[in-house]
């Protein structure tokens, strides 16, 4: 049985590895979430603000939960994540910040930033499906996200 959710998952990863990863994981855990994505903070933030190519919002609808990778070409994640927590009509949405990083200074400057959550990516396929799974159940099963806008 697929568990179908309304919210958007926007996910902000420029490895073409790690994305088919989080979306395989998606998949296996059943999870039918309509899934954006793009590969850079550029990108990201033109999404956000429906910008350029993503100016249609029917098309590119505002996120409810956003999956960030903080080394991104271009503008990197934290940047992003900073931009959207300063923002009046972004910072309601939950970030998830999911990277290989496990530095101290990464983590401290994430939650510093507005980061709603710190996740390491497992480097094995099952532990990163559990995690997967994990935030998928919590942001999207247990928590109240706030109406989309």
């Given at each position: 049985?697929?568990?179908?959710?309304?919210?958007?998952i926007?996910?902000?990863?420029?490895?073409?590895?790690?994305?088919?990863?989080?979306?395989?994981?998606?998949?296996?855990?059943?999870?039918?979430?309509?899934?954006?994505?793009?590969?850079?903070?550029?990108?990201?933030?033109?999404?956000?603000?429906h910008?350029?190519?993503?100016?249609?919002?029917?098309?590119?609808?505002?996120?409810?939960?956003?999956?960030?990778d903080l080394?991104?070409?271009?503008?990197?994640?934290?940047?992003?994540?900073?931009?959207?927590?300063?923002?009046?009509?972004?910072?309601?949405?939950?970030?998830?910040?999911?990277?290989?990083?496990?530095?101290?200074?990464?983590?401290?400057?994430?939650?510093?930033?507005?980061?709603n959550?710190?996740?390491?990516?497992?480097?094995?396929?099952?532990?990163?499906?559990?995690?997967?799974?994990?935030?998928?159940?919590y942001?999207?099963?247990?928590?109240?996200?706030?109406?989309?806008?």
């Amino acid at each position: 049985m697929l568990v179908e959710f309304q919210e958007i998952i926007l996910i902000i990863e420029d490895n073409d590895v790690d994305f088919e990863i989080t979306t395989r994981a998606f998949r296996k855990a059943k999870i039918a979430n309509q899934i954006q994505r793009c590969e850079d903070g550029d990108l990201a933030l033109d999404y956000l603000y429906h910008r350029g190519d993503y100016v249609d919002s029917n098309k590119f609808p505002t996120p409810s939960v956003i999956l960030l990778d903080l080394n991104l070409p271009g503008i990197d994640g934290r940047e992003v994540l900073q931009k959207i927590k300063i923002d009046e009509h972004l910072k309601r949405i939950p970030v998830i910040v999911l990277t290989t990083s496990n530095d101290k200074r990464d983590i401290e400057e994430c939650y510093r930033l507005g980061a709603n959550s710190y996740v390491q990516k497992p480097v094995q396929f099952e532990r990163f499906l559990d995690a997967i799974i994990r935030l998928t159940d919590y942001w999207l099963g247990i928590s109240i996200l706030p109406p989309a806008e």
